[in-house]
Every structure is written in C-alpha cells, then in structure tokens.
C-alpha cells in the first residue's frame, strides 16, 4: 500500500455499494455522486432522513457517517478488495445549486436538499497484497485525502481483469509462472497504473502475486499495451 491517500480515493471516486447515516444507524444508499475533492454528495432524505425536515441549506448539517466498498468484478472468495470509512459534518446544499445531471443522479427534485459530506476522518481497509497479520485499517489524512488523485485506470480495470479471467486465465498463469512457480489456477483482482495483481489460492490459503508494468501506465490503451509486452517477454524466453 504505497499510497493510502490516493487508494482511498481511488475506492471512493468507483465505488459500487456505499453505507451511509449518522452515528449508531446506517443504510445502504441508491446513489451518490463524488465531486473533485472526493467529498460524497447525497440526497438527504437517504443520507439522514430523519435530518431532512431540519436542516436549512447553508447551515451545518449533522455529522454523517459513510463506508465505502471497492468490490472486483471478478467472482471469487474475497472480492471486497477494500473499504474506506468517512466522517464528518455534512454541508447542506440546495438541490437547485447542482448541476442538472447530478441532481437527477441523486434522484433529489427540485427544492429539495442534498448533503455534502467533506470527510475530517479518513480509514482505509485493504485487503489486497496484504498479510492477514497486517493492521486492517489504516488512518488517512483528510487532507492528503482530498489532495491525492485517483489511479489512472480507475473505473476501467475491473472490467478489464474480468474479461482477462474469463478468456486469458491459463495465459496469467504462465505470465506469473515466469516470475513464481504457481502451484494452482490464479485469478486477477486488481489492475492499477503500476501493474496487475493475480490471487493465488492453496487450499484456504491465498497469496497476492504482483506483475508490474515496465513503466507506470495513464489510461487503459497503455495498460493494455504493457500487458502485451510482458507476455511476448514471457512467449520469447519460452
């Protein structure tokens, strides 16, 4: 984990199932949008309804609570890569003051009240390339957190490794039998802008095998691209 930072980000700015409310009560949420310093937005009535009838825009709102799933899209034990856990005192904001598109996406009508949840504690639990004996939560800086950028395939490499697990599977397993002799089938959990993670998985046991890029890549085609590479490395060296 080199960067929470900008992990967290990363788990926040995609993520599929979030939990939000205020202390000692929380529910799933329909939507929610992610604005450029990573604060979350959400509707009100989903956020705290029993806040929504109280709260006036421009006025504090009252401390929420979030947590924030990043699940692989690639079906296997353990595919909940992480979790990011978010405080902090909502600022109210009036529906009409989003943009149109945003508004619909928080399905929050005109005149009503969404909250902007600007996180002072910043958690991070990951999974991924860590040892069971590893701390499960890391504290991030909310300043560095809202700094930090996202990785540069964000939004894009989780249908990419299901589709390299579902048509490419063996062809991992020989990219990773050139570096650590795998002993049964490896499945990919993770691609990021530094290189693709394969989980290995003997008996009850697992380990996290990393194949990096020759370089750090910027969007997909450059993943894609690195990836080819490496195996026509791997195909001359057989």
């Not at 939000?20 to 310093?37: E, L």
Request: aromatic share 2%; glycine share 8%; proline share 6%.
């Amino acid at each position: 984990m080199d960067n929470p930072a900008r992990l967290a980000r990363t788990v926040v700015a995609t993520a599929c199932s979030v939990e939000v409310g205020v202390p000692g009560r929380s529910r799933p949420v329909a939507a929610h949008a992610v604005d450029q310093q990573g604060a979350l937005l959400l509707s009100m009535t989903e956020a705290a309804p029993d806040c929504a009838d109280l709260v006036v825009p421009g006025w504090p709102g009252p401390t929420i609570q979030a947590s924030v799933s990043d699940v692989s899209g690639v079906a296997h034990p353990g595919r909940v890569r992480g979790v990011v856990h978010l405080s902090g005192t909502g600022e109210v904001l009036a529906a009409d003051t989003l943009e149109e598109t945003v508004r619909e996406h928080l399905r929050e009508p005109v005149g009503g009240v969404v909250i902007r949840l600007v996180p002072d504690s910043v958690a991070l639990e990951w999974t991924v390339e860590r040892r069971r004996a590893d701390h499960p939560a890391v504290e991030v800086g909310a300043k560095e957190y809202a700094a930090a950028g996202v990785d540069a395939l964000a939004g894009w490499q989780d249908g990419w490794i299901t589709h390299l697990d579902a048509h490419h599977r063996e062809t991992l397993r020989e990219l990773v039998a050139d570096r650590v002799q795998p002993v049964s089938v490896v499945r990919p959990v993770l691609a990021d802008e530094r290189g693709l993670v394969l989980r290995e998985y003997i008996g009850t046991c697992r380990r996290d095998l990393r194949v990096p890029f020759p370089a750090a890549v910027r969007c997909g085609c450059e993943a894609t691209r690195a990836l080819r590479d490496l195996l026509a490395v791997v195909a001359a060296r057989g």
